[in-house]
Nanobody
């Protein structure tokens, strides 16, 4: 079972930036596909960005050009750099990990991001 701990959320004004971090333990990090999801009040959890074990990234259309996902296998950490934040980015952001071979998945506890207008 992979244990995920997010950090870096907070309150920021529109146009500002935040960087989220997620530290994984309990598995070989380099074999994990990592992703960030967000969930706004009253809405479903949605994929924001993902990064494969090989470093290939994928983004939701709403964040392309503003957010960057990256991973540091030496630190067992995945990052989400969020620039040009908008009020509609306000949500709880969750880290997600899936083993590339076994398919077992884990979620972090979530970190709140609030963007004020």
């Amino acid at each position: 079972q992979v244990h995920l701990v997010e950090s870096g959320g907070g309150l920021v004004q529109a146009g500002g930036s935040l960087r989220l971090s997620c530290v994984a333990s309990g598995s070989i990090f380099s074999r994990l596909v990592m992703a960030w999801y967000h969930q706004a009040p009253g809405k479903q959890r949605e994929l924001v960005a993902s990064v494969t074990t090989g470093g290939t990234t994928n983004y939701a259309e709403s964040v392309k050009g503003r957010f960057t996902v990256s991973r540091d296998n030496a630190k067992n950490t995945v990052y989400l750099q969020m620039n040009s934040l908008k009020p509609e980015d306000t949500a709880v952001y969750y880290c997600y990990a899936r083993h590339e071979l076994f398919g077992s998945a884990s979620w972090g506890q979530g970190t709140q991001v609030t963007v004020s207008s």
